[in-house]
């Protein structure tokens, strides 16, 4: 995620070629047939499914993928393939913390896969809880300056109302739950826009988000997020660029959902 945001770091991925998109829709799926495994298939009562859903409509994917992936979760049509969340801890070059969540139906392939795909690229695995304690589970949201002004009309598109900056920024800190609040660049279809990064304890994520919705503004973006208790600085340009290169490589594998750094 982006801009000047001090949380997190935005993916731009212009022009994302087919053997991309074809990992990432493969990614997005898994997620949502697991949150239909552990909550259920109705989007309205669960709210972790709501957000893989949201995530793989951001990323274009076609509704009739996401309803498969939720069927396969909740047994409809299922090819006997079980998914389960595992996180693996390491520490990068650097010596930097690392995260590596999983989403895998094999989990000796992928941890054997993950291992050596660490310890190849300059990093160590690392003992459960020896690295997960430097982290904290966060609510990022991202607000767009647009309101959505619902139509009254059945079947003709809503309409959007451009907010001023200052102004949301006065509405949006009298939420409460809000942790705090950052200008931000986001790229929406490929274009930067202006929006807002909110950040929430765990537990007011929804709470948050709901009152959001309730202001109608646009939403571009709400996941949850694991940040550093305290970040690293690395300021050598070759230990980023070693850094920048194991966490991509790691990205690429068809079981890793997210890779997070304490830098």
């Known amino acids: 995620m982006s801009g000047h945001s001090k949380w997190a770091k935005i993916k731009r991925q212009k022009g994302v070629n087919d053997v991309k998109r074809g990992n990432l829709f493969t990614k997005l799926a898994k997620n949502i047939t697991l949150a239909a495994k552990e909550g259920g298939g109705d989007i309205g009562m669960n709210f972790t499914l709501r957000l893989a859903v949201d995530k793989a409509k951001v990323a274009n994917m076609p509704s009739d993928n996401i309803q498969r992936a939720i069927d396969k979760g909740t047994g409809k049509g299922s090819d006997g393939v079980v998914y389960h969340r595992v996180t693996y801890e390491a520490l990068g070059p650097g010596g930097v913390a690392v995260l590596v969540d999983c989403q895998t139906d094999n989990t000796n392939r992928t941890v054997s896969e993950v291992r050596n795909m660490i310890e190849t690229n300059g990093g160590k695995m690392a003992s459960t809880g020896s690295i997960s304690w430097q982290f904290t589970e966060k609510g990022l949201i991202i607000v767009g300056l647009t309101k959505i002004l619902p139509s009254k009309q059945f079947g003709k598109d809503n309409d959007y109302l451009s907010i001023d900056a200052e102004e949301a920024e006065i509405e949006l800190f009298e939420i409460e739950g809000i942790e705090d609040l950052n200008k931000v660049e986001w790229l929406v279809e490929d274009e930067e826009v202006d929006a807002f990064e909110l950040i929430t304890v765990k537990e007011d994520f929804s709470k948050v ?55």
């Open 209 to 263: 988000l709901k009152s959001i919705e309730q202001l109608n503004y646009k939403i571009l973006s709400a996941e949850l997020v694991k940040v550093p208790n305290e970040k690293v600085e690395v300021n050598d340009e070759k230990t980023l660029e070693k850094i920048n290169d194991f966490v991509q490589n790691l990205e690429d594998h068809d079981d890793v959902d997210s890779v997070w750094t304490n830098n």
